[in-house]
């Protein structure tokens, strides 16, 4: 009867830890699960953020060459595709004194 009664005891005590472990793995792939799931989230909402940035910038950029284009016409001088203007002596420059 005692060798029974510890036979029995041995296979809840090795049930109970199967379900623990088992509880245990399920918990810990449940986890992971979300962990990965709130990676790529951060990572998709970051890569939006860079394109609305990226798209915002554009959009500035255009704006002040657009600007810049009307700033060129109204002082009779035109900004070269380098970046230089025409000066009132005929020379291409970035800064000169006397026209700046």
């Known amino acids: 009867m005692n060798a029974e009664k510890t036979n029995e005891a041995a296979k809840n005590l090795a049930k109970l830890a199967q379900e ?3 509880a245990l793995t399920d918990t810990a792939i449940t986890a992971q699960e979300r962990n990965l799931a709130f990676a790529q989230s951060v ?3 970051g890569i939006e953020v860079l394109k609305s940035h990226a798209e915002s910038t554009r959009t500035i ?3 002040l060459v657009e ?3 009307k700033t060129a016409s109204r002082t ?3 900004a070269g595709s380098d970046g230089q203007r025409g ?3 005929g ?3 970035t800064v000169c004194p ?3």
């Open 20 to 22: 623990g472990s088992k």
């Open 43 to 45: 990572l998709e909402n």
């Open 61 to 63: 950029m255009q704006e």
């Open 67 to 69: 600007q810049a284009k």
């Open 76 to 78: 009779g001088r035109s």
């Open 87 to 89: 000066c009132r002596s």
């Open 91 to 93: 020379a291409q420059h």
């Open 98 to 100: 006397e026209c700046f």
